[in-house]
C-alpha cells in the first residue's frame, strides 16, 4: 500500500541488535533485524527456536532494550512499553482476582486513562501517540462490546481460574484491543491450546481483526497458523537471529477464509516452502544425519 | 472399582479423612493414657491425662488460666502486628525493586540469624521490664523472617501479570498497587499466617524470662514447684490457641481469596 517515498508503514525495526551476558559469555540474538509492518496489516514472524523471535517482540514492545538500531511507530522511536503496543502472552498474564469484565477493563482504571477522561486534569498525560487510548464512557462501552465480540458474556463474572485456556485467551486479547493500540503484538498466543481450540481462535481473531483495523505482529513456532492468519511472514534464522525471508502470503481476504484452505494445494505449497526454509536454516537437518548413521549401525537386539 | 488407598497421591475422600484424623488424635491420647496409667513413668515425669485434665479445670475455676491466657494472646497479637505492619510494605517494595532488594538484603540476612532470646538482656535494658519489652522479643524474633518471605511472596507474582500492565500503559507505582499487591496478597495472608506460630515461640521465650503473667511466666512458676501438669496444660493451651488461629486463618483465606491456589 502507498508509494515509496511518504512513510506509510507503521512499524519500522532499524538494524536491531541485541547482545547479552549469559554467565560471563556474551550471547548474540539478533543481528542487524530490518523489516516494515504496514498499517492494517498482518505481520507473523516464524522460525526455529532460540532464533530469538520472542526477544525481538519484546523489544518491540519495550519491554526489553536493542543493543544496536531502533524501533519506529509512526516514524517515531520508541523507548519502552506503552499502551500503544499492547501484548498478548502465552499464558498467566490475567489477574486471577478479578472477573472477566474487569480483566478487560484493567486499563480504563489506569492514570494514562483516567486524566483523559476529565479535561480538568492538571495537563498531564494527555495521550502521546494520535488515535490510542480509551476512556470514561467510551471505554466502559467499549468493553462491554468486546466482551460480546469475543463470546464471554456469559462468563462476563467468571474469574480466569474457572476458564479454559481458550477462553483466557480471548480475554487477554480483549484486554489488549481495549485501549485501541497502535499494533498489538501477541507472542505465541495460541500455542498453550489444543488443536481444535487454536482452530477456533483463528477464526475468530480474523473476524475480530477485520472489525478492528488493526495492526499486528504475532510470533509463532507454527507456520499453518501464520500463513493462515498473515498476510507477510518473516521467517528468522538463528545464529544471531536474522530476518532470512519473508512471504507475502496471496490467499483470499481475512473473512473467506475457512479451515479448509489449510488443505488447498496453493496454501500447502507455501507452508511447505516457509517450513523448507526453517529446516535449512535451523540445526534439525545435521540430527537427522546423525540419526541415519546411529540407525545404520545394526544396533537392533 | 475400588481404589487401593496405597495408591502413591491417590485420592482420598473427606470423610474417610477425617476418621483417620480422629483416629490418630485418640491412639496418641490411649497412649499417653497407657504409659501412665500403667505406671511406666514417674508422674513426675509425665502426668497422666487426668492429672493434667483435672488442673486444667481448677486453673480455669481460679480465673487465672483465663487472664493468663489472654494477657499472652494481647502481648503475642501486639508484637505480632507491629512486625507485619512494617514488614508488609517494606517487603512489597524489596520485591518490587532490585535496588531497594540490594540495599536490604544483606542486613536482613544477618539480622534474621540474630538469635532473638539473646537479645532479652539487652532488650530489658532498653525498654524494661513492661508489656514492651515482651513485644518487641517478639518483634525481633519474627519481623526479619516476615520481610524476606513477604519480599519473596513478591518476586513470585507471574512476570507476564506484570509485563501485560506495563504494555497497558501502567506506571511503576500503579503495578505495585494493582499487581504486585493484589497477586501475592493470598501469599503474603500465608506468610503471616505462618509468622504468628513462630511469634508463639518467642512470646514463651519472653515470659520466661521477663514477666509476672502470662501462660508462659505460669509454666516457668509450676516449674518452680515441680508442677509438671501445670506445664503440660500451658503447653497444651498455647498448642490448641495456636491451632484455633491457624485453622480461623485458613478458613478466613478460603473465604477472601477464592482465586488463589490456581494458576491463570
Not at chain 1, 507452508?271 to 546411529?294: F, K, M, N
Not at chain 2, 507505582?173 to 500465608?190: K, N
Request: proline share 4%.
Amino acid at each position: 500500500m502507498g508509494g515509496g517515498e511518504v512513510v506509510s508503514e507503521k512499524l519500522a525495526a532499524r538494524a536491531l541488535g541485541k547482545r547479552f551476558d549469559a554467565g560471563g559469555r556474551t550471547v548474540e540474538a539478533l543481528a542487524d533485524v530490518s523489516f516494515d509492518v504496514a498499517a492494517g496489516e498482518f505481520v507473523a514472524i516464524v522460525g526455529a527456536s532460540g532464533c530469538g523471535k520472542s526477544t525481538l517482540l519484546r523489544i518491540i514492545a519495550g519491554l526489553e532494550s536493542a543493543t544496536t538500531g531502533e524501533v519506529l511507530v509512526d516514524g517515531r522511536g520508541v523507548v519502552g512499553p506503552d499502551r500503544d503496543r499492547a501484548m498478548v502472552f502465552q499464558d498467566y498474564s490475567l489477574y486471577p482476582w478479578l472477573t472477566v469484565l474487569d480483566n478487560i477493563r484493567f486499563s480504563l482504571n489506569l492514570r494514562v486513562n483516567r486524566s483523559a477522561k476529565s479535561g480538568g486534569a492538571p495537563g498531564v498525560a494527555v495521550p502521546s501517540i494520535a488515535g490510542s487510548g480509551v476512556a470514561g464512557q467510551g471505554g466502559e462501552e467499549r468493553a462491554l462490546l468486546l466482551l460480546e465480540l469475543m463470546g464471554l458474556e456469559k462468563v462476563r463474572n467468571a474469574h480466569p481460574h474457572q476458564l479454559s485456556g481458550g477462553m483466557r485467551q480471548r480475554v487477554a486479547i480483549a484486554r489488549a484491543l481495549l485501549a485501541k493500540p497502535q499494533l498489538l503484538l501477541m507472542d505465541e498466543p495460541f500455542g498453550a491450546l489444543d488443536a481444535q481450540t487454536r482452530e477456533v481462535m483463528h477464526d475468530l481473531i480474523l473476524h475480530i481483526l477485520a472489525l478492528e483495523q488493526r495492526t499486528i505482529l504475532f510470533v509463532t513456532h507454527d507456520v499453518e497458523e501464520a500463513v493462515y492468519l498473515a498476510d507477510r511472514v518473516i521467517v528468522l534464522a538463528p545464529g544471531p537471529g536474522h530476518v532470512d525471508s519473508i512471504w507475502r502470503i496471496t490467499l483470499p481476504p481475512a473473512l473467506e477464509r475457512t479451515q479448509d484452505l489449510k488443505l488447498s494445494p496453493q496454501f500447502l505449497a507455501i507452508e511447505s516452502d516457509i517450513l523448507g526454509r526453517i529446516r535449512a536454516t535451523s540445526g534439525l537437518q545435521s540430527d537427522l544425519e546423525a540419526l541415519r548413521r546411529l540407525t545404520a549401525r545394526e544396533m537392533i537386539l | 472399582m475400588k481404589h487401593s488407598l496405597w495408591v502413591v497421591r491417590g485420592p482420598l475422600s473427606r470423610r474417610l479423612y477425617l476418621l483417620i484424623a480422629t483416629l490418630s488424635f485418640c491412639l496418641w491420647i490411649a497412649v499417653w493414657w497407657a504409659v501412665t496409667a500403667l505406671e511406666l513413668v514417674d508422674p513426675l515425669f509425665l502426668p497422666g491425662p487426668g492429672a493434667v485434665l483435672r488442673r486444667s479445670l481448677g486453673w480455669l475455676m481460679d480465673g487465672s488460666l483465663l487472664s493468663d491466657a489472654g494477657i499472652s494472646v494481647f502481648r503475642v497479637t501486639a508484637g505480632f502486628l507491629l512486625s507485619a505492619v512494617m514488614a508488609l510494605p517494606l517487603g512489597l517494595v524489596i520485591g518490587a525493586y532490585r535496588p531497594v532488594r540490594a540495599f536490604f538484603e544483606p542486613l536482613l540476612e544477618f539480622a534474621r540469624y540474630l538469635p532473638a532470646v539473646a537479645f532479652v538482656p539487652v532488650v530489658l535494658l532498653w525498654v524494661g521490664i513492661g508489656e514492651s519489652s515482651k513485644i518487641m522479643v517478639i518483634w525481633i524474633g519474627t519481623f526479619f523472617q516476615m520481610v524476606i518471605m513477604l519480599s519473596e511472596d513478591v518476586t513470585r507474582v507471574p512476570l507476564p501479570q506484570i509485563e501485560a500492565a506495563r504494555t497497558l500503559g501502567a506506571g511503576g507505582g500503579e503495578i505495585v498497587a494493582r499487581v504486585l499487591l493484589r497477586s501475592s496478597m493470598p501469599a503474603m495472608f500465608d506468610t503471616l499466617r505462618i509468622t504468628l506460630g513462630w511469634a508463639w515461640t518467642y512470646l514463651v521465650v519472653a515470659e520466661l524470662v521477663a514477666a509476672n503473667s502470662g501462660l508462659g511466666y505460669a509454666i516457668l512458676k509450676a516449674q518452680r514447684f515441680l508442677q509438671t501438669d501445670r506445664i503440660f496444660v500451658g503447653i497444651i493451651v498455647i498448642g490448641l490457641i495456636g491451632l484455633g488461629t491457624d485453622q480461623l486463618l485458613r478458613f478466613i483465606h478460603r473465604r477472601i481469596f477464592p482465586w488463589a491456589g490456581a494458576r491463570s
